[in-house]
Nanobody, 118 residues
Framework: VRVVESGGGLVQYGGSLRLSCAASGFVFRNYAMSWYRQVPEKEREFIAEISSGGGNTRYLDSVKGRFTISRDNTKNTLYLEMNSLKPEDTAVYFC????????????WGQGTQVTVSS
């Protein structure tokens, strides 16, 4: 199983980034997928989840209206479009595969760093 994030980087306040997560080694279309983030010395924080077919999504309140989770099951890829970025969005962002929507997370990626300068 491989879950590999990409697209992180340094962006200015108010800018945008698009994260991608390429999955392999499992039947991507059968799993809900999530994004999390973590800053040093804090617990990993849930950001967004999308159901296996893409019809259901849910978000952390602080990113609603700014972040959009999506997926392309033909490409086994998950996305996170992030707009109006703030310094408090700075974190390592992780992609995860969930057994079911709102269910247990079973596969994790290694993370990609997002840094928002003020």
């Amino acid at each position: 199983v491989r879950v590999v994030e990409s697209g992180g980087g340094l962006v200015q306040y108010g800018g945008s980034l698009r994260l991608s997560c390429a999955a392999s080694g499992f039947v991507f279309r059968n799993y809900a997928m999530s994004w999390y983030r973590q800053v040093p010395e804090k617990e990993r924080e849930f950001i967004a989840e999308i159901s296996s077919g893409g019809g259901n999504t849910r978000y952390l309140d602080s990113v609603k209206g700014r972040f959009t989770i999506s997926r392309d099951n033909t490409k086994n890829t998950l996305y996170l479009e992030m707009n109006s970025l703030k310094p408090e969005d700075t974190a390592v962002y992780f992609c995860a595969a969930d057994r079911t929507y709102r269910g247990q997370t079973i596969y994790w990626g290694q993370g990609t760093q997002v840094t928002v300068s003020s």
